[in-house]
Every structure is written in C-alpha cells, then in structure tokens.
C-alpha cells in the first residue's frame, strides 16, 4: 500500500545552519506530496507541497521537489532559524473517491534549533 | 476566519467508559477527515465524510470506533469501553471539494485522548 518514510529525529542543528529532512514514499499513481509542521502546542499546518514531478514546493524559506526517479520529496532550508524548532510530516494524497483524498503521513521528523 | 476547532482538548479516562470527541470544521467544508497520531508513530487515517455521508469506515481500527456529522458540519467520533491501546491524539481536518483538484487540509488542534 501506500506509505511514507521520513527521516528519524531529532534533529539538532545550530541557528544558520542548513536543513536537511529526508522522505520516500511508496505510492501507486501519481500523488500529490506535501510538507506539514507542527510547532509546539499548535495544530498541523500545510507548509508546502507539490502535485506533479519536477514541482518544486517552497514557502517560509524551505524547498522540497518532488523527484519520481528516487520517489523523494526531501525538504531543505538554506538557514534554519530557532522559530523554525517543531516537528515536520511527510505526507502523500490518496484519492479515496472524487474530490476527496487522505492524506498518508510519514512519523515526523522533530528539529531543534538552537541559538 | 475561525479555524478547525475540536473538544476537548484533552480527555482522561478509565478503560471500558465511553468517549466522545468533537470536531466543528471551517464552514462550507464539505469533506471532513478524523486521523489518529499515536505515540512515536504517524497520523493514520480513521475516516471522511462526504457532508453527513461515511462511505468508508474500514479505517476504523475496531466496531467500538464510530463517527457521525450531521447538518454538514459538526462531527463526533465516539469510542466505547475505550481500551489503553487508544490513546491517542485524535486530529479533524476538513476542506473544500471540488473535482479534479488537490486541496489544503486544514487541522484542528487535536483531541489529547489519555485512558488509563
């Protein structure tokens, strides 16, 4: 079936430094990928996606592009700030009937900025 | 606008009761999605409603598990004689529906299910 991996956390990096979060996934079709984060004591939010190969999601300074040759959608960050510690998911779309889809997360990767 | 909101948003209680989770979706969001985030391991999907319609409840890990909507928009997950292994952050997400689209799922906080 279809699944995500991401890679295990945490990770802890240094403020300026560059991020790196692996993902695979495994999927029958052509999902669209995204990226959420979960900042502490908040609810999950859609930081990026992209629906078709090649697409490159970007927002808030982080980029991930979608690669079907490695079914990757790593996600990078030139220069991690403190503000950017929380936890990122991995995620594909499986269409479940017409305009509908769920979403297949992977286990989150925790990162942790520090000053 | 106001977003997803669920209640409460914490619950502890003892195995074999019964709980009830809720979820109030943005309004005009036809789809509504429950997932469940248990400890270490990634959200899974438990089911969608198409307005007040469950077309699949096979994501439901057990018949104690069952949903409802009703008026298109609130929705309460129930689970009976609650067991330890359901613990749980349970998470609603709803959005808008149209065909042929990818669109945004938006999250309430979440449901912090603890029975001990």
């Known amino acids: 079936g279809d699944s995500v991996t991401q890679m295990e956390g945490p990770v802890t990096l240094s403020e300026e430094a560059f991020l790196t979060i692996n993902c695979t996934y495994t999927?029958?079709?052509?999902?669209?990928l995204f990226w959420y984060v979960q900042y502490p004591g908040e609810g999950l939010q859609l930081l990026l996606k992209a629906t078709k190969a090649d697409d490159k999601g970007s927002n808030k300074g982080f980029e991930a592009t979608y690669r079907k040759e490695t079914t990757s959608f790593h996600l990078e960050k030139g220069s991690v700030q403190v503000s950017d510690s929380a936890v990122y998911f991995c995620a594909l779309s499986v269409v479940v009937s017409t305009g509908f889809q769920k979403l297949v997360f992977g286990t989150g990767t925790r990162l942790l900025v520090s000053p | 606008g106001a977003g997803v909101s669920q209640s409460p948003s914490n619950k502890v209680t003892e195995k074999g009761k019964d709980v009830e989770l809720r979820c109030d979706p943005i309004?005009?969001?036809?789809?509504l999605y429950w997932y469940r985030q248990r400890l270490g391991q990634g959200l899974e999907f438990l089911i969608y409603?198409?307005?007040?319609?469950?077309?699949?409840k096979s994501g439901l890990p057990s018949d104690r598990f069952s949903a409802e909507r009703t008026g298109g928009s609130v929705s309460t997950l129930t689970i009976q004689r609650t067991q330890q292994e359901d613990s749980a952050v349970y998470l609603c997400?709803?959005?808008?529906?149209?065909?042929?689209?990818?669109?945004?799922?938006?999250f309430g906080p979440g449901t912090r299910l603890t029975v001990t």
């Open positions: 997400a709803s959005s808008l529906v149209r065909t042929g689209g990818n669109y945004e799922q938006y």
């Open positions: 999927a029958t079709g052509y999902p669209s």
């Open positions: 409603f198409q307005g007040n319609s469950a077309p699949d």
């Open positions: 309004s005009g969001h036809t789809a």
